[in-house]
Structures are given as C-alpha cells and as structure tokens.
C-alpha cells in the first residue's frame, strides 16, 4: 500500500497538512463551522489561456461558496 501512498513533499501532502493544521487551529479558536469543500483537484496548466480561465474560477469561488453549500 505505501507504493501508492502520496509521497512526502508531493504537493497532496502538502495541501492535506496545511488542511488539517488550518482545520485544528480553527476549532481551537471557536470556528466551529469552518469546513472544507469536499474536493481537491490539481491539473497542469498548459497554457496561458487555461492559466487565465483557472485565475478567473478561483478569484469568483469565494463569491459561489454559499450557493454551493446550500
């Protein structure tokens, strides 16, 4: 099972350490109702147009987020 692990200083590491020390210090400091969207997804960006549609979703996710969550 460890020869499909994600290996140490992958970047799904990374972002699942960050997740769940971001995660432990919220709920010390009485964010109770802080959670995550379900998914993390990572893609190659090949080119400038796609790097300019990717900047657009994530600049306006932060105005989608309680749409989608309802």
């Excluded at 590491?13 to 020390?21: C, E, F, H, L, Q």
């Excluded at 969207?37 to 996710?61: A, V």
């Amino acid at each position: 099972m460890s020869s499909i692990a994600p290996k140490s200083g992958s970047l799904s590491v990374v972002i699942r350490s960050y997740k769940s020390a971001l995660t432990k210090w919220c709920r010390q400091n009485g964010y109770f109702l802080f959670d995550w969207l379900p998914r993390f997804h990572d893609r190659i960006i090949r080119d400038q147009s796609e790097f300019d549609r990717i900047e657009e979703y994530i600049r306006k996710n932060p105005e989608r987020y309680h749409t989608v969550r309802t």
